[in-house]
């Protein structure tokens, strides 16, 4: 998909500075979002939701599993959610990375018909190497899943479907790279401390309120 390539060099750029504004590339962003928009982009059902699913404000993460800086942030959204109650998360997967990226997102999808996302998505976000299909599959051995029904699930037409929806709604916004957090009017792409994301969520709920 000639977007991706886009927004990787988006991305690439961006490397090693704090976060910064997800939307800045896009001068048309909706401010406020439409809730048509808002809807597709947290109530996707082929979503995975994380934290409190009836939550009194939505947080969705943009992310890939060879982006390091995702890889960085898994322990400090799993904090934010913690300290957090009133907090749901939405994962959207959006592998903008080569091909290892987007079978890992396959797979990972997939891997929602076992019961074990959050258990598969840890432990991909932990690899120390790049994902890929040999490693992306002896990861799925370890979390005890079923390889040949994974297999089988991540040709799923709601598995492709998720990918795809991701990577419109991400061009749609003019989002520059991953990890791209969003919530209420406002998304934030880069890494980022526990404090900076409690104040993007105080912000959006300011926003919403």
């Known amino acids: 998909m000639p977007s991706r390539r886009l927004f990787l060099v988006s991305a690439a750029a961006f490397a090693g500075l704090g976060p910064v504004s997800a939307f800045a590339q896009s001068a048309d962003r909706p401010n406020p979002m439409p809730e048509e928009l808002r ?42 959610i913690s300290s957090d109650p009133q907090l749901r998360v939405v994962y959207r997967e959006w592998p903008v990375f080569g091909e290892g990226s987007y079978f890992a997102a396959q797979a990972s999808l997939a891997s929602l018909k076992q019961g074990k996302y959050w258990q598969f998505h840890a432990a991909l ?49 003019g989002l520059m790279g991953t990890p791209t957090f969003i919530i209420g009017d406002e998304g934030m792409f880069g890494e980022m401390t526990l404090k900076e994301m409690q104040e993007l969520v105080a912000r959006g709920r300011k926003t919403l309120g």
């Open 125 to 173: 976000m932990g690899l120390k190497e790049r994902a890929v299909e040999a490693t992306v599959m002896r990861t799925a051995r370890k979390v005890g899943l079923d390889e040949d029904k994974l297999r089988a699930d991540m040709k799923l037409p709601e598995v492709e479907k998720h990918i795809r929806n991701s990577s419109e709604l991400a061009e749609h916004m």
């Open 39 to 80: 809807k597709d982009l947290e109530r996707d059902p082929t979503a995975p939701v994380l934290g409190n699913p009836k939550g009194d404000i939505t947080l969705t993460e943009f992310f890939d599993y060879n982006c390091p800086f995702c890889r960085k942030m898994v322990g400090t959204v799993q904090k934010l």
